[in-house]
């Protein structure tokens, strides 16, 4: 079991940039695919990025790519999601998810744990 914990969101302005870290507990986390996903008031949860349990292949939503860049590091348990170049549309709350798989999804319902959130705000 991955129990995943979010942290570094904040308050931005818009072109600037934010690191979200995402620590998971679990002796097992190198087995799995981690994601971001995002909800802004009003809106479903959307996919952001994922990444695969060895770390070389990530996928990004086309909202974000080339702007926002996920890694990982298996030696200590932590995934992090770079966010540059921010608009006031990536205004959300920001959930870290565990897949129990060896590739990343876009979709939420292949993800089998999931953090609290984070908060991001971009401001005009």
């Known amino acids: 079991q991955v129990q995943p914990v979010e942290s570094g969101g904040g308050l931005v302005q818009a072109g600037g940039s934010l690191r979200l870290s995402c620590a998971a507990s679990?002796?097992?986390?190198?087995?799995?695919?981690m994601g971001w996903f995002r909800q802004a008031p009003g809106k479903e949860r959307e996919f952001v990025a994922a990444i695969s349990v060895d770390g070389y292949r990530a996928y990004y939503a086309d909202s974000v790519k080339g702007r926002f860049t996920i890694s990982r590091d298996n030696t200590k348990n932590m995934v992090y999601l770079q966010m540059n170049s921010l608009k006031p549309e990536d205004t959300a709350v920001y959930y870290c998810?565990?897949?129990?798989?060896?590739?990343?999804?876009?979709?939420?319902?292949?993800?089998?744990?999931w953090g609290q959130g984070t908060q991001v705000t971009v401001s005009s």
């Open positions: 998810a565990a897949r129990r798989r060896p590739d990343g999804s876009s979709r939420l319902s292949d993800y089998d744990y």
């Open positions: 679990g002796r097992t986390f190198s087995d799995h695919a």
